[in-house]
């Protein structure tokens, strides 16, 4: 069959619509998703100008084609139908036919529609053995535009499930992610969320007030075991409660304690206070009865550690009888703390504590007159 001029502007005039519904045959029920069909109407000629089917309509093989440019490549769908032209009309449902040899075909031409290249789709019609160009662009119908800028979405039964408002997306019921999020922020009371594992986080930071008392408290007791400079331990496990510088009782006998080596022997029963941080030792007391202590050059006591520690002093006086003094402590020559006592008030018991590093040497001085006084000295160390 040869073309002539008059039937290529026919095929040029072809109406091609996109979601153009015509009469289906009746389906037992309905779904949720469109149909994947396409109508498609054309206008035919013979060679002489004549509409095919002019006199009576006429049934003609037809291979249609669905290209992705306006010439050459191969297609991205076909299928082969018969079709019944009346005085030059026809109107088909592609993806009603049957496959076309081994070219790629589909009754669903849903996909065929997608991808970055959607916009140019070109069919291609095979009449016997004439193919009819130039191709014919597939246009959309005027009301379908506005599919490229969706208002809301809608689920199966018609309700809003996504839709814009204010700038921000709402979504109505659950969201499953399979893949990765990336937010800028996040925001809510967050009183719903479940399943958190903190122990799965790759990076990122809780503030301490976001952390449990007893998160914060072992947390305090670690800087303090490292600030230890004297402590050596290898590993210390915490069976018990733990309080600021000692464990308390009891640890029980089924639980077994190394200590000094990592080789656990014999078990360990404690039933008291242990002291973790340090040990305390008297070094010096005396009542002093009737004297005056008047040189601030001189001192009562002194003494030069070898480990960091605290000396504290305590004084108690009768309160019955006339006296006034003060006393202090100096480190390396420098007054660091002191208490006054008097009479008046009666008896009285002061005490004051001052810290001393190793190798420094404190002393203890006194000016006033004191008729009858206990003073006393200890000394803090810490360490093992």
Same mark, same amino acid.
């Given at each position: 069959?040869?073309?002539?001029?008059?039937?290529?502007?026919?095929?040029?005039?072809?109406?091609?619509?996109?979601?153009?519904? $015509?009469?289906?045959?009746?389906?037992?029920?309905?779904?949720?998703?469109?149909?994947?069909?396409?109508?498609?109407?054309?206008?035919?000629?013979?060679?002489?100008?004549?509409?095919?089917?002019?006199?009576?309509?006429?049934?003609?093989?037809?291979?249609? #084609?669905?290209?992705?440019?306006?010439?050459?490549?191969?297609?991205?769908?076909?299928?082969?139908?018969?079709?019944?032209?009346?005085?030059?009309?026809?109107?088909?449902?592609?993806?009603?036919?049957?496959?076309?040899?081994?070219?790629?075909?589909?009754?669903?031409?849903?996909?065929?529609?997608?991808?970055?290249?959607?916009?140019? #789709?070109?069919?291609?019609?095979?009449?016997?053995?004439?193919?009819?160009?130039?191709?014919?662009?597939?246009?959309?119908?005027?009301?379908?535009?506005?599919a490229m800028n969706a208002r809301q979405l809608l689920d199966e039964n018609g309700n809003t499930i996504l839709k814009?408002?204010?700038?921000?997306?709402?979504?109505?019921?659950?969201?499953?992610?399979?893949?990765?999020?990336?937010?800028?922020?996040?925001?809510?009371?967050?009183?719903?969320?479940?399943?958190?594992?903190?122990?799965?986080?790759?990076?990122?930071?809780?503030?301490?007030?976001?952390?449990?008392?007893?998160?914060?408290?072992?947390?305090?007791?670690? #800087?303090?075991?490292?600030?230890?400079?004297?402590?050596?331990?290898?590993?210390?496990?915490?069976?018990? #409660?733990?309080?600021?510088?000692?464990?308390?009782?009891?640890?029980?006998?089924?639980?077994?304690?190394?200590?000094?080596?990592?080789?656990?022997?014999?078990?360990?029963?404690?039933?008291?206070? $242990?002291?973790?941080?340090?040990?305390?030792?008297?070094?010096?007391?005396?009542?002093?009865?009737?004297?005056?202590?008047?040189?601030?050059?001189?001192?009562?006591?002194?003494?030069?550690?070898?480990?960091?520690?605290?000396?504290?002093?305590?004084?108690?006086?009768?309160?019955?009888?006339?006296?006034?003094?003060?006393?202090?402590?100096?480190?390396?020559?420098?007054?660091?703390?002191?208490?006054?006592?008097?009479?008046i008030g009666g008896k009285q018991a002061k005490s004051i504590t001052v810290p001393v590093p190793k190798g420094s040497?404190?002393?203890?001085?006194?000016?006033?007159?004191?008729?009858?006084?206990?003073?006393?000295?200890?000394?803090?160390?810490?360490?093992?």
């Amino acid at each position: 069959m040869k073309m002539i001029p008059q039937l290529l502007n026919a095929i040029a005039r072809l109406c091609a619509a996109l979601l153009l519904m $015509v009469p289906l045959k009746a389906r037992a029920e309905g779904t949720a998703n469109p149909v994947g069909k396409v109508a498609y109407q054309g206008f035919l000629t013979d060679e002489n100008g004549v509409p095919l089917g002019n006199s009576s309509p006429v049934n003609q093989a037809v291979i249609f #084609r669905i290209f992705s440019a306006a010439t050459g490549g191969t297609p991205k769908w076909a299928e082969q139908q018969t079709v019944t032209m009346d005085k030059g009309h026809f109107s088909v449902l592609l993806g009603g036919g049957s496959p076309n040899n081994s070219e790629p075909h589909t009754a669903d031409l849903t996909s065929i529609f997608a991808g970055g290249d959607a916009s140019e #789709r070109l069919i291609e019609i095979t009449l016997g053995a004439t193919t009819i160009l130039p191709r014919v662009q597939f246009f959309p119908v005027p009301y379908s535009m506005l599919a490229m800028n969706a208002r809301q979405l809608l689920d199966e039964n018609g309700n809003t499930i996504l839709k814009t408002v204010a700038g921000k997306v709402n979504i109505t019921g659950g969201v499953g992610v399979s893949g990765e999020v990336t937010a800028q922020k996040y925001s809510g009371a967050g009183g719903g969320l479940t399943g958190l594992n903190a122990s799965t986080l790759a990076t990122g930071t809780v503030p301490d007030v976001r952390l449990s008392p007893n998160v914060l408290g072992g947390i305090a007791i670690a #800087r303090e075991f490292q600030n230890l400079g004297e402590v050596n331990y290898t590993t210390l496990n915490v069976t018990e #409660r733990v309080n600021a510088g000692s464990i308390q009782s009891p640890i029980l006998t089924a639980q077994r304690v190394g200590i000094g080596t990592t080789n656990i022997g014999s078990t360990l029963e404690v039933f008291e206070t $242990v002291s973790m941080l340090k040990r305390r030792q008297y070094l010096w007391s005396a009542r002093v009865q009737t004297s005056w202590l008047n040189d601030p050059n001189q001192h009562l006591i002194g003494y030069t550690p070898t480990s960091d520690g605290f000396v504290t002093m305590t004084v108690e006086n009768s309160g019955t009888s006339s006296e006034s003094y003060d006393m202090w402590i100096k480190v390396d020559g420098v007054r660091m703390a002191a208490l006054s006592l008097n009479s008046i008030g009666g008896k009285q018991a002061k005490s004051i504590t001052v810290p001393v590093p190793k190798g420094s040497t404190w002393l203890a001085a006194a000016n006033g007159y004191v008729t009858d006084a206990t003073i006393a000295f200890y000394w803090t160390e810490l360490g093992k």
